[in-house]
């Protein structure tokens, strides 16, 4: 929206430009002093104050465009961690189109927000969320005594009986 509202300021500023120019010029019975002190003040008090509020909603507009990106991001990264229980970085980063540097960055920034809780395996590159954490207590099934795996969001699965244990 801001950014629409910048390019609409910008227009706006060259069309009342352009014709302040032509109807200063097109003036019969104004003298050249006339004219010039016309165009110094159509641009100082109309064309440049529209241009430059028009720069600022753009620059600002793009500025909105990139947390809404980065926020977007971040909601994925919640998503796969939520529904997969636990989820490896570099799938994160194929993902997002992104590196691990950045990746790193939303996860402590979700952190910080409060949003995510969990833990990361940075050597195993894996991120798991605190309900996959809780149900790593168990690690045998009670049905056959598999080793079991994380199957989704507080879902625990076991990959030979096919028990599944779900977070109370």
């Known amino acids: 929206?801001?950014?629409t509202v910048g390019i609409i300021l910008i227009v706006a500023a060259v069309v009342v430009g352009l014709a302040g120019v032509v109807w200063l010029l097109s003036e019969g019975s104004m003298t050249g002093g006339g004219r010039a002190l016309g165009l110094v003040l159509l641009f100082v008090v109309l064309v440049g104050p529209?241009?430059?509020a028009g720069v600022i909603a753009l620059t600002r507009g793009r500025k909105e465009i990139a947390e809404?990106?980065?926020a977007a991001n971040q909601r994925k990264?919640?998503?796969m961690v939520k529904t997969r229980g636990?989820?490896?970085?570099s799938d994160v980063i194929?993902?997002?189109?992104?590196?691990m540097?950045?990746?790193q960055d939303m996860i402590y920034r979700l952190v910080g927000m409060g949003v995510f809780s969990g833990y990361i395996n940075w050597d195993e590159g894996t991120l798991y969320s605190a309900e996959a954490a809780?149900?790593?207590?168990?690690?045998?099934?009670?049905?056959?005594?598999?080793e079991l795996s994380l199957a989704g969001k507080g879902v625990i699965k076991c990959p030979y009986c096919g028990t599944e244990y779900f977070l109370s």
């Open 1 to 3: 929206m801001t950014r």
């Open 50 to 52: 529209l241009a430059a």
């Open 68 to 70: 809404q990106a980065a």
């Open 77 to 79: 990264i919640l998503d």
């Open 86 to 89: 636990q989820v490896n970085i």
């Open 94 to 99: 194929i993902e997002l189109q992104s590196d």
């Open 101 to 103: 540097p950045t990746v």
């Open 134 to 146: 809780s149900l790593r207590e168990l690690e045998n099934c009670r049905n056959c005594g598999g």
